[in-house]
T-cell receptor, first 113, second 114 residues
Framework: AQSVTQLDSQVPVFEEAPVELRCNYS??????LFWYVQYPNQGLQLLLK??????LVKSINGFEAEFNKSQTSFHLRKPSVHISDTAEYFC???????????FGTGTRLLVSP | DAGVTQSPTHLIKTRGQQVTLRCSPK?????VSWYQQALGQGPQFIFQ???????QRGNFPDRFSGHQFPNYSSELNVNALLLGDSALYLC?????????????FGNGTRLTVT
């Protein structure tokens, strides 16, 4: 079975500072990895995904994540955050060939001026 | 292009009652999954429907049941509600035969059981 660990429940950061949200997964089979963002009182929005190929994936709003198979990690990074990035971020893993997503417990990113 | 739509947005029920939540998938999608998100937690997989059949199920009791209609829309039914069923229920849609295609989520139904 797959599992996801997001060690940081909350990450406070100042605007324009860099940030890294950590995600580690465990699986004995081939998996796909995802980051979703959830704004208050809303559903989940896909931020970025890793299926295969280049281990560095990027979103249109400046986030990036790197798949590291040896460390079973998929950390999310942004070089300069904005107030509007304040949200809950969920890392998720999905076994290749299946559609069930297994989520971590989430990391709340708090960006202050 | 309408995304995933869920109804109602909020619902208050009494313990022991039954509830039905509804979901319309994103245009072009044929697979619907349901997730339960308790306060402060990540979403937990309930089950998935494709071709009107339950294809995969998470660790939820039989009180949770579902249905998928020929137009791909879906319902989630919960019987004998417990206080612990209070949560945000998320519907997600995808395409069955495209391995790796991401799930698209609706905004959820907030269920409160009193």
């Amino acid at each position: 079975a797959q599992s996801v660990t997001q060690l940081d429940s909350q990450v406070p950061v100042f605007e324009e500072a860099p940030v890294e949200l950590r995600c580690n997964y465990s699986s004995s089979v081939s998996v796909y990895l995802f980051w979703y963002v959830q704004y208050p009182n809303q559903g989940l929005q896909l931020l970025l995904k890793y299926l295969s190929g280049s281990t560095l994936v990027k979103s249109i709003n400046g986030f990036e994540a790197e798949f590291n198979k040896s460390q079973t990690s998929f950390h999310l990074r942004k070089p300069s955050v904005h107030i509007s990035d304040t949200a809950e971020y969920f890392c998720a893993v999905r076994r290749a060939g299946f559609q069930k997503l297994v989520f971590g417990t989430g990391t709340r990113l708090l960006v202050s001026p | 292009d309408a995304g995933v739509t869920q109804s109602p947005t909020h619902l208050i029920k009494t313990r022991g009652q039954q509830v039905t939540l509804r979901c319309s998938p994103k245009s072009g999608h044929d697979t619907v999954s349901w997730y339960q998100q308790a306060l402060g937690q990540g979403p937990q997989f309930i089950f998935q429907y494709y071709e009107e059949e339950e294809r995969q199920r998470g660790n939820f009791p039989d009180r949770f049941s579902g249905h998928q209609f020929p137009n791909y829309s879906s319902e989630l039914n919960v019987n004998a509600l417990l206080l612990g069923d209070s949560a945000l229920y998320l519907c997600a849609s995808s395409t069955w035969d495209r391995d790796g295609s991401p799930l698209h989520f609706g905004n959820g139904t907030r269920l409160t059981v009193t």
